[in-house]
Nanobody, 123 residues
Framework: QVQLVESGGGLVQPGGSPRLSCAVSGTFSSINAMGWYRQAPGKQRELVATVTNGGRPNYADFVEGRFTISRDNAKNTVHLQMTSLQPEDTAVYYC?????????????????WGQGTQVTVSA
């Protein structure tokens, strides 16, 4: 089993800079891409940012340089440093990890999701 646990959400004032963290635990061989997604009320879940196991980031257009994704491969964690938050950034933020597991000659690549952490931007 693989578990993802997010932390760092909460109520943030406009312009705030919270940092989200996600820790991956369980039985697996390695973690490929990791990422953050978000879902606002009444909207579909959307990509925020991803990072490869080599550390190459990719951001959604709406990030516009405000967020930075990073990962610590030794600790199996991924972080999202957010800055200049606005009310439209209010959403549940989800962590995703693409995990590789070897079972004898079989290679399994599976995506796992965290339970989500609420980020509310309001004065």
């Amino acid at each position: 089993q693989v578990q993802l646990v997010e932390s760092g959400g909460g109520l943030v004032q406009p312009g705030g800079s919270p940092r989200l963290s996600c820790a991956v635990s369980g039985t697996f061989s390695s973690i490929n891409a990791m990422g953050w997604y978000r879902q606002a009320p009444g909207k579909q879940r959307e990509l925020v940012a991803t990072v490869t196991n080599g550390g190459r980031p990719n951001y959604a257009d709406f990030v516009e340089g405000r967020f930075t994704i990073s990962r610590d491969n030794a600790k199996n964690t991924v972080h999202l440093q957010m800055t200049s938050l606005q009310p439209e950034d209010t959403a549940v933020y989800y962590c995703k990890a693409s995990v590789r597991t070897y079972w004898g000659s079989v290679t399994l690549d599976t995506d796992y999701w965290g339970q989500g952490t609420q980020v509310t931007v309001s004065a």
